[in-house]
């Protein structure tokens, strides 16, 4: 094929390579009791692969077997960058792949004995088990891949064969990266898929903070939610010798200041000992935990704002990296479904209201209010008798009845059909003013309107403009 061909071939996949990815996912797992009574916990997987199309290919010069440098072009496959490749191979083929119900890309170097191939596919509803559906297995169930061997890639579980020329394995949830080699590269094959480096593998976008640092030899694990009285969202990086880093997002009542959650955190995270200090220019701690009284992490905490705390957890082992990962931590900046940045004139905590009756007003200030687990920030526009109030909340106990009932309190409540998908919550306060109710994977929303105008409600609440997940690796 021609290189202008080829050239445009590759452009032309890498632009239709992003596959649809659904809101999010809520996994419930029941979990202990607490202190001689049972209570019930929910573990709550949110997770959002950011599916963006490769960087335009460049060129790596390496040396070849003979000692000889050879170009071999490199390119990324679906977000995820090639770092290692065995010289002399040229340009790559791009095409489509599919296998256990998983969509893929793949980029194929040579062919027979001098194959080389790198397949990244997405599961856009997260499903675990997704190495095992590519080889067409069954997740837990070794007897459906006969003659595969488990083995470890940078921590995580892979899957190869006796011949050492095919390796699978889940980089994260909804992530499933494949090498395959001919009998030439096969002393390649751990090199390539060490090689494998995902967009952004520190973490991206979580809870309103950029990490933009972890230690090397660390790999990025699944964000979860923990639901309960004390509830907290969190991001954690793992690797050899029980090499851990934790970043937590605490809200609501357990982080209404610094020294409550400085008291949530002896509670949830055994800490121990404290010395206050500021952290990123906010009130907060140098702190170190562990079971039993001993010394085994370390960590700061601070309060970026009432009712939003956050913790940064490491062992004792990357002690000496704990301020450098701070410092990297960044506010990210929220963006609008529309392209444009939402301004405080139509939004409220970075969700954009798009539709207002004309002659509103925005009423200066907002409201905040805390709960177990959850924070909300309400606007408020008004003229005269005319008011129109909505209602950001965040957390982790988004999508559990208890939260709601507790948020909803005092609000007559019907179930109806509303022009906002999902199915929202039709309510009418003590007041009279009628309201709508709905919830997304991150954020739930509460539009109300004074009684004269309920004929708006419907067109509010369906203009509602929600930004994408805040968690994009």
Not at 294 to 309: F, I, N
């Amino acid at each position: 094929m021609p290189n202008i061909e080829n050239e445009l071939r590759l452009a032309m996949v890498e632009e239709t390579s992003a596959l649809g990815v659904p809101p999010g996912l809520a996994h419930r797992v029941v979990q202990g009791a607490k202190r001689g009574r049972r209570a019930r916990t929910t573990a709550v997987a949110l997770f959002a692969a950011a599916v963006l199309a490769a960087a335009v290919p460049g060129y790596l010069a390496v040396a070849d077997r003979s000692g000889v440098a050879s170009p071999t072009r490199a390119v990324g496959v679906d977000g995820v960058k090639v770092g290692y490749l065995p010289p002399g191979l040229g340009a790559p083929v791009l095409e489509r792949a599919d296998a256990g119900g998983l969509r893929g890309t793949g980029a194929t170097w040579g062919s027979g004995d001098d194959l080389v191939r790198v397949t990244v596919y997405r599961d856009p509803a997260f499903h675990a088990g997704g190495a095992e559906r590519v080889l067409g297995g069954l997740r837990g169930t070794p007897e459906t891949l006969p003659g595969v061997l488990m083995v470890k890639v940078r921590g995580r579980e892979a899957f190869t064969r006796p011949e050492g020329d095919d390796l699978v394995w889940e980089e994260w949830p909804g992530l499933v990266l494949r090498v395959t080699v001919g009998t030439r590269y096969r002393d390649d094959l751990r090199r390539v898929a060490d090689g494998l480096i995902p967009r952004d593998p520190t973490g991206g976008v979580f809870q309103g903070l950029r990490v933009t640092y972890v230690p090397p030899g660390l790999h990025l694990k699944a964000p979860f939610s923990v639901i309960d009285q004390t509830g907290w969202a969190e991001l954690g990086w793992g690797g050899d010798g029980g090499a851990s880093v934790r970043l937590l997002a605490v809200r609501g009542v357990s982080a209404a200041d610094a020294e409550t959650l400085l008291g949530w955190a002896r509670t949830r995270q055994n800490l121990h000992t404290a010395t206050p200090e500021k952290v990123r220019g906010k009130p907060g701690y140098r702190a170190g935990g562990g079971v039993g009284g001993a010394s085994s992490t370390r960590m700061r905490l601070w309060l970026e704002k009432p009712g939003l705390g956050y913790v940064v957890v490491v062992n004792q082992g990357l002690a000496t990296t704990l301020d450098r990962i701070v410092k990297g931590l960044v506010p990210a900046e929220q963006p609008s479904t529309s392209g444009k940045p939402a301004t405080s004139g139509n939004a409220v905590d970075h969700v954009t209201v798009a539709y207002l009756p004309p002659g509103l007003r925005r009423v200066a200030g907002e409201t905040t209010r805390l709960g177990e687990g959850w924070s909300a920030k309400a606007g408020r526009w008004s003229a005269g008798s005319r008011d129109v109030e909505v209602t950001v909340i965040r957390g982790v106990p988004l999508h559990d009845n208890q939260w709601v009932n507790e948020f909803l309190r005092g609000e007559k409540r019907e179930s109806a059909r509303t022009r906002r998908p999902p199915m929202g919550i039709r309510t009418t306060d003590p007041d009279g003013r009628r309201g709508i109710f709905f919830e997304t994977p991150e954020v739930a929303v509460h539009v109300k309107v004074d009684p004269v105008l309920a004929g708006e409600l419907d067109r509010i609440a369906a203009k509602i403009r929600i930004p994408p997940l805040s968690y994009r690796p």
